[in-house]
């Protein structure tokens, strides 16, 4: 552990900002020069840690409080079907322009290192269907704002956005605002 865990601070406490922060490995200059990316793969790969925060997010919510989870691309994807799966629900992916194979709806947005594009399928979602939507790292907000917009756009319900990290430092929640962001850690 580094000196940095015990002082871990998150939506859901410091037991579980502290699992967060001792699976996360900072990787300087990726993908661009003076970007710290945020590895949470070790995290994954530890089967304790993992269940913890998926049942940690599961419990925040309840498992009747939403009938489906919408994670974004690529890491998201992981975060969102373990909580689907706990909570007996389905999963939706929202994806990286071009990768879906039937007709979508997008939303263009900027990264804190360039632009993207966020696609949903037109008919992912039932019209008033409670949706939880799930990404690993907010930074700026733009990905989280995308696809907030693509559920709703869908017909989907936004009842909850969380991550596993926030880099508070980058303002994503007061971009997002007045919505509710549930991190487990806040860096």
Known sequence: ??????????????????VVAGGTIDVPDFPKPGI??????PLFADGRAFREVV???VAHYGPDSFDVVAGVEARGFVVAAAIAYAAGVGVVPVRKAGKLPRQALSASYELEYGEATLEVHED?????????????????????????????RGGGAVVGFTVLMELAFLKGRERLHPRTVHALLTV
């Open 1 to 18: 552990m580094t000196d940095e865990i015990p002082r871990a601070i998150g939506d859901s406490g410091r037991d579980l900002a502290a």
């Open 36 to 41: 710290v990316f945020k590895d949470l793969m």
């Open 55 to 57: 049942d940690g997010i």
């Open 124 to 152: 992912a979602f039932i019209a008033g269907q409670r949706v939880l939507v799930v990404d690993d790292v907010l930074a700026t907000g733009g990905t989280a704002g995308a696809a907030l917009e693509l559920v709703e």
